[in-house]
């Protein structure tokens, strides 16, 4: 019997890539044909499913989580915008049958169209069986915790859905949209938090992308905005202030923080003091960063300090693998 060592387990495929995105061609032809040509300041890179495949092999990828970024399927026309939900959803959904194990895929939603964003969810995960959705972190300044979205969350959290929040442009122009996306994902928690919705609907799996943006850094603006304290009411209970304060961190404790194009050193110091390994995610940004960099990023996981043996393995499988449970 050949035994296989841990040495051998490193040198293949075992990551779990859950920030990967995907640009099919006929996505690009249909932005092309509203005259977007670009996201984020650049030009769409070139993609092909042979060519993530390649990327991920050489990188020690076993299986990416495939999802549509910035700048989403929501372009003012419902009508279009669901139907390039739905054809970017069966494309995903086209690739987990071509390429068994290696990929999985959040689907598109048209928001803030929710009645076809309620459609395209059920569809999507009783029809096509992917793994979750994406939420851009506001579309058109529609942040996720807007009143609208109610019902929306409320059926993300019968399903116990996992929801990959990625940053979107903001509404107002900024310096960059590299300067401004960590900004804008903390912006979109914030909403939510400030919504009640992280407490009320607990079942829903949150996926932040980046490291959650500035949120490690910010968590105790982000829950005292939230409780609304008058610090001079004397009927104010300092055990329920508290006990409130307690609960609030634990919901932002039950989100996942994936490592995507945030493993300097500064970064990982703030996101291991704010959450454990093991809601901490493996991620590349792939194709919007480029395969050169992706190095980097796993070289900045094993070289951080915090991070033993144990706590690495679990961040670049282990975690996934609980959202995930199919990879197994």
Not at 104 to 133: H, M, N
Request: proline share 6%; aromatic share 12%.
């Amino acid at each position: 019997m050949e035994i296989t060592t841990n040495n051998q387990m490193k040198s293949q495929p075992h990551r779990i890539d859950v920030h990967h995105h995907i640009l099919p061609p006929f996505y690009i032809a249909a932005l092309e044909r509203i005259g977007i040509t670009s996201a984020t300041g650049a030009s769409f890179p070139k993609w092909s499913p042979e060519k993530a495949l390649a990327i991920m092999d050489t990188h020690g990828i076993a299986t990416a989580i495939i999802s549509i970024s910035t700048p989403g399927v929501y372009f003012k026309d419902s009508s279009f915008s669901r139907d390039l939900a739905r054809r970017c959803n069966e494309y995903s959904a086209q690739l987990i049958r071509d390429y068994p194990g290696r990929f999985g895929a959040f689907a598109s939603l048209p928001l803030p169209d929710v009645e076809g964003a309620l459609r395209e969810l059920k569809y999507a995960i009783e029809t096509l069986k992917l793994d979750g959705v994406v939420l851009m972190s506001n579309v058109e300044g529609h942040y996720l915790g807007d009143p609208a979205y109610g019902e929306l969350f409320a059926e993300f959290n019968r399903r116990k859905t996992v929801v990959f929040i990625h940053p979107n442009d903001p509404p107002s122009s900024g310096i960059s949209a590299f300067v401004e996306y960590p900004h804008d994902a903390t912006r979109a928690v914030a909403s939510l938090m400030y919504a009640g919705v992280l407490e009320r609907y607990s079942k829903i799996r949150f996926v932040l992308a980046h490291a959650g943006g500035t949120v490690p850094f910010a968590s105790f603006r982000i829950i005292a905005v939230s409780m609304s304290i008058d610090v001079l009411s004397i009927h104010v209970s300092i055990l329920k202030i508290l006990y409130d304060f307690l609960r609030r961190t634990r919901a932002l404790k039950r989100m996942y923080y994936d490592t995507a194009a945030s493993t300097d050193i500064y970064v990982l110091r703030a996101l291991a003091g704010h959450a454990k390994p093991s809601h901490l995610l493996f991620g590349t940004n792939y194709v919007w960063t480029p395969s050169s960099v992706i190095p980097s990023f796993i070289e900045g996981l094993q070289e951080y300090d915090g991070f033993d043996e144990q706590a690495l393995a679990t961040i670049e499988r282990e975690s996934a693998l609980e959202l995930f449970p199919r990879f197994k």
